[in-house]
């Protein structure tokens, strides 16, 4: 069984089958542009390479609960993206499966924000 678990991936992703398996998390950047602009940011969810290594990264900073390191990394991320940038506030939230019963009864997945921070690079205006 173990086996299979780790050669299907219903060990580690699959929450909605599982209710042992931790919900995906997602995180969401609003950054602050240098002329006060506000610009959303969703990461990990599109289908380019660089989005599922991120995905990567997010899978295993929540399988190790290290929030803060994560939205932490993430911030370095977009800083080193756009480095005009004053600030970007990071918000990480779980994707909440129902089980399967409560599905059947009309209850749907649900975003739950669980960590905001706000980070600005030292010395920026």
Do not use: C
Request: aromatic share 12%; charged share 20%; no cysteine.
């Amino acid at each position: 069984l173990g086996i299979y678990r780790n050669l299907s991936g219903a060990g580690d992703t699959f929450g909605f089958f599982s209710p042992a398996v931790p919900d995906q998390i997602t995180v969401q950047l609003t950054r602050t542009t240098a002329s006060g602009r506000q610009i959303g940011e969703a990461v990990g969810v599109s289908r380019s390479d660089l989005d599922f290594h991120l995905a990567t990264v997010i899978f295993v900073a929540q399988k190790l609960g290290t929030s803060d390191l994560l939205a932490r990394a993430m911030a370095v991320w977009s800083f080193n993206h756009h480095p005009d940038d004053r600030s970007v506030r990071v918000q990480l939230s779980d994707y909440r499966l129902p089980s399967m019963d409560a599905y059947r009864h009309g209850k749907r997945a649900v975003y739950h924000p669980f960590y905001e921070e706000e980070f600005a690079l030292k010395g920026a205006p």
